[in-house]
């Protein structure tokens, strides 16, 4: 007798590391006996991973679970927007789609398996229920997302992720450390770590031993990066708030064990803005720790986020963030202009700067981003630069689009006697005669790896 095997649709939203949380659903499902559906109309249900973390990522989720309800109509929802409450306590997507079938919010695998399982029943003994060892990813091969803990212990005034994702959990480091050789194993080439502050990694767990590794192993930034560069392949950090346990790694990333490349979000230079802001560190500091890094690893690359408009600001806390970023020089940095969350603290304040005058402000800042991103990529000139081939160039399928270990974008002119499919995922070795200030572009020298 034969059963129709269930099939599952999904729409996942937001950060890294919401998609990471939908690889791991995904994986479950896929242990379970259950397919993965690649639309609405071949789906049984459909499961829709949130954002919540701004207005319009708000909206777009919305649209999205809206959508789905008019394309399935039997829909799920997980992620950040689904664990909002309103003051009521009421839950907050309920109350904009009560037709929903159930919801959840982020870091919830196991209550989203056991609605899927109520509402689409799992098949009896299930053919399809192995997985790869690094279980089922949603980035192409050569790249993956590995995140490390979960949830954040700072309240920053502006933010709604605590509220959303909870305080900080870290995962054992032996943990990772097995689910990164898997991703090796499997053909990776770049880890991406992500968390929501990955230089806290291990405070909740007091950077406890973790006698389950082989070796055992501290759970702590410094011995998991350790960890991470012996497996021989591109480890990238990303959300590194500017603490001391940062400088221990640093001298990593000089031995070539993990990329030179620190994604810092500052937001803002001014101390009575961070103080409101409730941001750890203040710029003063920021500024010592970043020229004692570069002492250590002259090659390091940082890249920042920046708020505009945040209540209260005025033109001389504005024109200090300008001065920290002509300053520091970033490498890459992203502007945000404020965006006001309701139940955050930042919302109560009772002192909002004009849009017209936040607007000018952001389009300063980008202008001096810019301009530092532009010289920045001038040090590349006729230098050799390894670059991570991710595919073709959108604008022409005859040039190579590839990332170096500082996260430049680099072009290349595919090389005699290789096709794009044999490129992608291989590093190439790329001579620099064109630096841009959003890209690089060269012709190939020596053969892929």
């Known amino acids: 007798m034969s059963h129709k095997i269930p099939v599952v649709g999904f729409v996942s939203l937001g950060c890294p590391k919401a998609l990471v949380d939908t690889e791991r659903i995904v994986t479950e499902l896929r242990a379970r006996g259950y397919r993965i559906g690649t639309s609405y109309h071949d789906a049984d249900i459909v499961i829709v991973n949130t954002c919540g973390f701004v207005n319009e990522a708000v909206r777009e989720s919305l649209d999205a679970i809206t959508e789905a309800l008019a394309e399935n109509g039997r829909v799920i929802v997980c992620g950040c927007l689904g664990g909002r409450k309103e003051a009521d306590g009421s839950n907050y997507v309920l109350n904009h789609c009560p037709k929903v079938l159930g919801v959840t919010g982020p870091d919830s695998v196991d209550d989203v398996i056991a609605m899927v399982e109520t509402h689409l029943p799992r098949p009896h003994e299930p053919w399809g229920d192995l997985v790869p060892a690094c279980g089922v990813r949603l980035t192409p091969k050569h790249y993956a997302y590995l995140k490390i803990s979960e949830g954040c212990n700072h309240h920053c005034t502006f933010c709604v992720i605590p509220n959303l994702r909870g305080g900080l959990v870290s995962r054992p480091a032996g943990e990772v450390i097995r689910e990164a050789r898997n991703l090796v194993d499997a053909g990776v080439k770049e880890l991406l770590v992500i968390s929501q502050d990955t230089a806290a990694y ?92 570069r002492a250590v690893c002259p090659d390091i690359t940082i890249r920042s986020t920046f708020i505009a408009g945040f209540p209260g600001e005025t033109e001389e806390d504005f024109e200090q963030t300008l001065s920290l970023a002509e300053t520091v020089r970033y490498a890459q940095a992203y502007t945000f202009i404020y965006s006001k969350r309701a139940g955050t603290p930042a919302a109560e304040i009772n002192d909002p700067t004009p849009h017209e005058v936040i607007l000018e402000r952001f389009n300063r800042l980008v202008k001096v981003i810019e301009t530092t991103a532009h010289e920045y990529n001038q040090v590349e000139l006729h230098t050799v630069v390894p670059a991570l081939i991710e595919g073709a160039s959108k604008k022409n399928d005859a040039v190579l689009l590839g990332k170096s270990p500082k996260n430049q974008t680099v072009h290349a002119p595919i090389p005699a006697g290789y096709s794009i499919d044999q490129l992608i995922g291989k590093i190439v070795d790329v001579d620099i005669d064109v630096a841009k200030t959003w890209y690089l572009s060269g012709s190939v020298v020596g053969e892929p790896r």
Request: glycine share 6%; net charge positive; charged share 25%.
């Open 202 to 293: 291990g405070v909740d767990r007091r950077y406890a031993l973790d006698l389950r590794a082989n070796p055992p192993l501290r759970t702590h930034l410094l011995d998991l990066c350790r960890g991470l560069g012996e497996l021989g392949v591109w480890t990238r950090l990303h959300y590194v708030y500017p603490y001391p346990s940062v400088d221990e790694i640093v001298p990593l990333m000089a031995e070539g064990l993990i990329l030179p490349y620190l994604d810092v979000p500052f937001q803002h230079a001014h101390p009575r803005v961070l103080k409101a802001m409730k941001r750890p560190a203040s710029a003063e500091k920021n500024l010592e720790r970043i020229a004692a890094w």
